[in-house]
């Protein structure tokens, strides 16, 4: 049987209410830093939406540790969270002048000896959907980390919808919210693409 990936534009602080304490087994959120990354020359070949202006304030992360028995956050430095030993550097394998970060720290809730992931930043191949768009791969390995198939996962700002992906694969539910419709679309867009089962006529 195949996972169940849900997608759903919307607010996620106006969906997360709705949920239960810990329904979800993991949460693998990507939210604004509040950095304006939109006035990095690097982004500029990207449409540029003003999505990064603010990180989101206390009442999303209590509501994000309340419904998820664990989190995973991208950019933890940039947000006020609890100490962990086991947050994860992502080593984007740049070299020493490139104009973005060589690295990416990502906040765990889990006590575990801190980790070191290695892999470009993307394929440059593959068309970005979104400006800070993440490579399949580093979901499903979070994903071989952090979860079990048949674990229930939240995503509250999908953006390319690569997560989806990973989840649908590793054989995890997906719970994946959006709220600008462009990305969102992108991202249906792309997940039927890259997990359409072709039939071969004999």
Known sequence: M???????????????????????????????????????PFRQKHKIKKWDSEPPGPAYFEELFRISKNQIIFGGNYFDLPATQGFIIWDKKQPE????????????????????YRRHVVNSETPKIHPTEKPVQI?????????EPG??????????????????????DL??????????NGAIERFD??????????
Request: net charge negative.
């Open 193 to 202: 693409r890259e997990t359409r089962q072709i039939a071969l006529a004999f």
């Open 175 to 184: 719970f994946a919210i959006e709220k600008d419709p462009d990305y969102l």
């Open 139 to 147: 979901y499903r390995w979070l994903l071989s980390k952090f979860a």
């Open 97 to 116: 002048d490139f104009s973005s970060a060589m690295c990416e720290f990502i906040w765990t809730s889990f006590q575990r000896p801190a980790k070191i």
């Open 2 to 40: 195949n996972p169940k990936i849900d997608f759903l534009r919307a607010d996620c602080l106006e969906v997360m209410p709705f949920f239960p304490d810990n329904y979800f087994n993991l949460a693998i959120v990507d939210p604004p830093y509040g950095i304006g990354i939109s006035k990095n």
């Open 151 to 172: 674990d229930r996962v939240l995503d509250t700002h999908c953006g390319s919808g690569s997560i989806a992906v990973a989840c649908h694969y590793f054989g995890v």
